[in-house]
């Protein structure tokens, strides 16, 4: 797939001549979400038809939105997303074109404006023109539109042999109404209202004719919804964007806060804690990061739960709402179609079409291998956080349920593993899911059922962890039982997956009891859940520090010299930073401090270079001087747990723990990032108190005190 760089044309050249149904790069495109809605557009403001859109319940209900004026593509000046996420702005400009008075308007004379928000399942834009040339002047602006109802699935590839009836376009003069019956019963419609009657209006344009004096300004609002707005107008755009940038603020302000002495460290960190929140809806079991846009805005188990542990030292309520969503959804019945089996936690789910019709299993999907194991890890590490046994309790029928799942799974060879139910579900059920993401030294595509070595680590800490807490509900005999099966684990793993000539861990064993001999960043995950022995972590701590792994961006999901090899692939050499982020927590956990510093400076440039932002991943290619990261083509961005990863990473350079039993912090080896010499995390809850904690550079050590006015309240525990 190519991309044309648009810096090196005219920007009417290079959209014309651009392929518009090719995917366009993700760190050029802007994406906005509310609830179950979200769109993506280019800088321009424009919907084309590729991969962006206006989706509502993974549904494209708005496949073409784009603006001409005078007949020409706009010429782009500049665009932004407001630091709350909820405004995306483009600033724009006019090529040479006549008015309608027929006099010539030069290029630059006409500045447009595109606002645009979403609130309530609706998109709301404001346009607006202004006239900055010696003429007074009639401008002809135009919409084009279109809405063509894909399911996501089709959006991203997927045929399918029959669709539903798509109606033809009604018009009434100030709005266009398209409707889609789906083979599912549900009629689906996308009603597209303007502030003024356009002067022609088709089923797929709108013209105005707008006479804009010499120094004035006109602005027309268009509305987007399920049904035709009554009358879009000022004040309804100005009461939709004080209602969502409240709804934002909201979110923004459950958590501490953090702020350091570094005025572009912070602003990453601002936009990092922004697009959690923006990912963030609000289901009725609480607080849901969806995983990503435009491909995952949905709940994904694993990327929810690992999105919660990245922010769970700041914001414990979002974990309590990823395992209350997931508890609700756990699975009850055995079913090879969708992957599950009673107590397993669901993989994906999603509302569209095709899944409603079981044209595939991903409405309610559990075919993911780790998310349970990581469902009890993440109820363990919330319970230490907070001390909440009351909702540990509630849960607690689910958590044995998932408990007896994951004994069960591995009862047959002593490891957890999967293979899948059914021809339409994944090949591949680890976190790295792509068909090739598996394989043996000499390029072999293993058989299942397949024990990937990540997915053990995480049954170590689940059962570890749920022993802990029989234990505090005095249930010993089940305490003893799960510790244990953690020991089990852990020396099955010692002893199956460890490669003497390679001084690392296999990624996996195949369905033959074969390792697959290939070093992948899988086994950092292993030292985030303390695992292995101090002795072979720092053999596996060096490698992951080598070249092979470490780009100078972060840590390639592969080594170098792997045969499948690829720094532009998804799976086999690129950079995932949520990965990134959990192989440094567990080198931290390995006493890796100084290493796990630069690891977060690489980060922190990284985002610096996809303009704050990290997306879903890039690609692995080596750091050169004066060149920046790579893009994937299609990443998602932004992405709940790339986001998140800055936050991980910070708490494992800051050695920090919250015991939420005995209400007290606990520091060890604090180090700041790289040019930071000061760092505030304001509003933490230990317990039942809020704090502020304060880490300060003091020559080449990192000193951290509770700020004077909560000193005495919550026990401060330092070790340097």
């Known amino acids: 797939m190519t991309q044309l760089d648009e810096r090196k044309l005219d920007p009417a050249v290079a959209l014309a001549s651009l392929d518009p149904t090719a995917p366009r790069e993700p760190h050029r495109l802007f994406a906005l979400k ?53 405004l995306f702005t483009s600033n724009l400009t006019n090529l040479p074109m006549q008015s309608g008075r027929g006099r010539d308007i030069p ?32 401008i002809r602006v135009s919409l084009h539109f279109t809405a063509d109802f894909r399911d996501m699935f089709e959006v991203r590839g997927s045929t399918r042999p029959k669709r539903g009836m798509a109606h033809a376009a009604v018009t009434d003069g100030t709005s266009v109404l398209f409707r889609y019956d789906g083979l599912d019963g549900l009629a689906r419609m996308s009603a597209i209202s303007f502030s003024q009657a356009p002067d022609h209006l088709m089923a797929d344009r709108a013209d105005f004719l707008i006479a804009v004096a010499r120094r004035s300004s006109k602005v027309v609002y268009v509305e987007v919804g399920s049904e035709v707005a009554e009358a879009p107008n000022r004040d309804r755009f100005r009461a939709a964007a004080a209602r969502a940038r409240f709804g934002m603020r909201a979110k923004r302000r459950h958590g501490a806060t953090m702020y350091s002495s570094g005025r572009v460290f912070n602003d990453c960190i601002e936009r990092a804690r922004a697009d959690v929140a923006l990912l963030t809806t609000e289901l009725a079991t609480g607080p849901y990061p969806y995983a990503g846009i435009p491909w995952f805005s949905t709940a994904f188990g694993r990327d929810g739960v690992i999105s919660a542990l990245q922010m769970l030292w700041l914001n414990p309520g979002l974990a309590r709402g990823v395992l209350a969503f997931l508890a609700q959804h756990q699975a009850t019945e055995t079913s090879p179609f969708s992957d599950s089996q009673p107590g397993k936690i669901m993989h994906e789910t999603r509302k569209g079409e095709m899944a409603a019709l079981r044209e595939l299993p991903f409405g309610r999907y559990y075919g993911g291998v780790d998310t349970t194991p990581l469902y009890i890890h ?68 293993p058989k299942g059922p397949i024990a990937l070595v990540e997915v053990q680590g995480y049954v170590f800490a689940a059962f570890r962890g749920l022993a802990a807490l029989a234990r505090r509900r005095g249930e010993d005999d089940r305490a003893d039982h799960w510790d244990s099966l953690a020991e089990a684990m852990r020396a099955a793993v010692e002893r199956h997956f460890w490669l003497d000539d390679l001084g690392f861990y296999a990624l996996a064993i195949d369905g033959a009891g074969e390792p697959c001999k290939v070093r992948t960043s899988n086994v950092g995950h292993l030292l985030y859940v303390g695992l292995p022995d101090p002795v072979r972590a720092r053999m596996v701590a060096d490698q992951l520090l080598s070249a092979s792994f470490h780009s100078g961006w972060g840590l390639r999901t592969l080594a170098d010299d792997a045969v499948f090899f690829n720094p532009m692939s998804y799976h086999n050499g690129s950079i995932w930073p949520h990965d990134t982020a959990m192989c440094g927590a567990g080198l931290a956990r390995y006493g890796e401090r100084e290493s796990v510093v630069r690891l977060m400076n690489s980060t922190f440039e990284s985002a610096v270079h996809f303009n704050m932002r990290l997306p879903e991943l890039f690609c692995g290619f080596t750091r050169a001087p004066g060149e920046a990261p790579i893009a994937y083509p299609v990443a998602c961005l932004p992405q709940a747990w790339s986001a998140g990863s800055a936050f991980m990473l910070m708490q494992a350079c800051l050695g920090m723990e919250i015991d939420g039993w005995d209400s007290e912090i606990r520091v060890a080896r604090p180090r700041l990032p790289i040019g930071i010499d000061t760092l505030t995390l304001r509003h933490l809850r230990v317990g039942a108190t809020v704090v502020d904690l304060n880490f300060q550079r003091v020559g080449d050590r990192v000193v951290a005190f509770l700020s004077d006015r909560h000193e005495g309240l919550v026990p401060l525990i330092v070790r340097t």
């Not at 006409?110 to 346009?127: K, N, P, S, V």
């Not at 004994?407 to 293979?419: D, I, K, L």
């Open 34 to 86: 509310q609830g179950d809605c979200f769109a993506v557009a280019d800088a321009y403001g424009d919907i084309r038809g590729a991969g962006d859109g206006f989706f509502r319940d993974d549904t494209r209900v708005l496949s073409e939105f784009r603006l001409t004026v005078g007949g020409r593509q706009t010429s782009l000046l500049g665009a932004s997303l407001s630091q709350d996420n909820v």
């Open 107 to 138: 290029q630059g004379a006409i500045h447009i404006e595109r606002t645009r928000l979403l609130w309530q399942d609706r998109l709301f834009e404001r346009i607006t023109l202004s006239n900055y040339s010696q003429e007074h002047s009639t």
């Open 378 to 445: 993440l109820a363990c590490a919330y319970a230490d956080r907070t001390g909440d046994m009351a909702f540990i309790d509630s849960l607690w029928q689910s958590l044995c349920a998932a408990a007896e799942w994951t004994e069960e799974a591995s009862r047959a060879t002593g490891f957890v593993t999967y293979q899948r139910a059914a021809e339409s579900g994944l090949t591949n059920q680890g976190w790295k899911d792509s068909i090739d993401s598996v394989f043996h030294a000499d390029g072999r595509i």
